[in-house]
């Protein structure tokens, strides 16, 4: 699919087949889209553990957050769920990262002089900076780029996603061995939608005017109508939602998958599991 179609179409799909398995290699697609992406330093923290609900452990399955406050069910339907985790640690040896990059060619003009650059100046700079570096959002921000490439690929494989964020993960973190220095995102649901692709169509946005400006704070950036015209002629501007037909594939849905008429009716069962949480850390710290 072009790419400006696969953006149009890329929309949260909360509603997946749980009986359709995902092929392996469609996931893998999606995890090399994310393993490509660009990192600052080419620091490439992102890394990403997959949970497929038909070949993991009943530990780790039960493990899956209770909900998010409005998405719990999608843990329990969807057939996978990509973990995504930031891991401090390759910051730590972000040095050797910047080595590759001048043997690549794409760091200095002089190889020899570039290298001792790194290390008589670069790397201690950058280590220095290093506590600085990690309150910017700059890694975070990265992770995002890969796991939006992973998503683009997903939904050009024909697959439906949902990022999800989990605030207690101390369960998952468990079941999932992970180390340390390994700080739980997001989680993906992925799957075969169970709802219209289209998923109600596109979601509200603010106004182009009201988002983006051009050379100070209040101008907005000039939006010319062809260009508007040549999106929506590409199938990335599309429909506001909801489109026909939605609040009926919404009752539907709802009954198919056994929701009640609100999202949220985890809420309880999240502020319990933050609340042991919290008891337990005070208990270890007494
Ligand atoms: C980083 C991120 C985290 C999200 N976390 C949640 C979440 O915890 N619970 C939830 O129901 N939806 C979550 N969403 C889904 C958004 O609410 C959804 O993207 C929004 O409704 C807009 O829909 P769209 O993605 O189709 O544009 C998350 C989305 C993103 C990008």
Known sequence: MELKKVIGNRRSTRFLRPYKPVERTKIQKMLEAARL?????NVQALKAVVIERATAPAEVIAALPVGTA??????????????????????????????????????????????????STLIPFFQSAGERIKTTGFTELDCGQGIAQATLVAFDEG????????????????????????????LQTVGYPAEDPGAGGQRPREPFAKRF?????????????????ELKAAGMLQ????????????????????????????????????TDAAAEDASRNK
Not at 96 to 113: F, I, S, T
Not at 160 to 186: E, F, H, I, Q, W
Not at 215 to 229: C, H, I, K, M
């Open 37 to 41: 992406a660009s990192f600052w330093g």
């Open 70 to 119: 409005i998405g719990g069910f999608q843990f329990r339907s969807a057939p996978v769920v990509i973990v995504w985790c930031l891991d401090w640690q390759a910051i730590a040896v972000q040095g050797d990262r910047l080595h590759e990059l001048v043997e690549a060619g794409a760091l200095g003009v002089d190889k020899a002089q570039s290298h001792a650059y790194l290390d």
């Open 159 to 186: 697959l439906g996603t949902c990022l999800l964020g989990a605030m207690n993960d101390r369960k998952l973190r468990k079941a999932l061995k992970l180390p340390d220095s390994y700080k739980v995102l997001v």
């Open 213 to 229: 400006f051009l050379n100070r704070y209040g101008d907005s950036f000039p939006a010319d109508p062809a260009v508007v015209e």
């Open 239 to 274: 429909e506001p939602a909801p489109v026909p037909g939605r609040r009926e594939e919404l009752d539907w849905l709802g009954k198919v998958f056994g929701l009640s008429n609100v999202f949220g009716d985890e809420v309880p069962a999240i502020v319990k599991d933050l």
